[in-house]
């Protein structure tokens, strides 16, 4: 049985350190971990460094929270 998310927690461990990603990289990146996140895609695995970004940034969090409503309200009408 292949372990994707364990290999991937590996490779993220034994590779080049996570990227620590600032505003306005996570900014840049938001629209698209949004769509992925609410398709249902693995946004983390697309866009590393963001959810540990939003976890220490109310404003980008704050950001991150209005478009996901935005965007998951015009998927629902
Ligand atoms: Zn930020």
Redesign the pocket.
């Known amino acids: 049985m292949e372990r994707p998310d364990l290999e991937r927690a590996l490779a993220r461990l034994l590779g080049p350190a996570e990227p620590e990603i ?2 306005d990289e ?2 840049a990146e938001l629209d698209r971990y949004v769509e992925l996140e609410l398709a249902g895609e693995d946004a983390d695995a697309a866009v590393p460094g963001l959810r540990a ?1 939003l976890e220490g ?1 109310p ?2 969090r704050e950001e991150y929270e209005s478009l996901r409503a935005l965007v998951g309200g015009e998927r629902a009408l």
């Open positions: 600032g505003c996570c900014f970004h940034c404003a980008c």
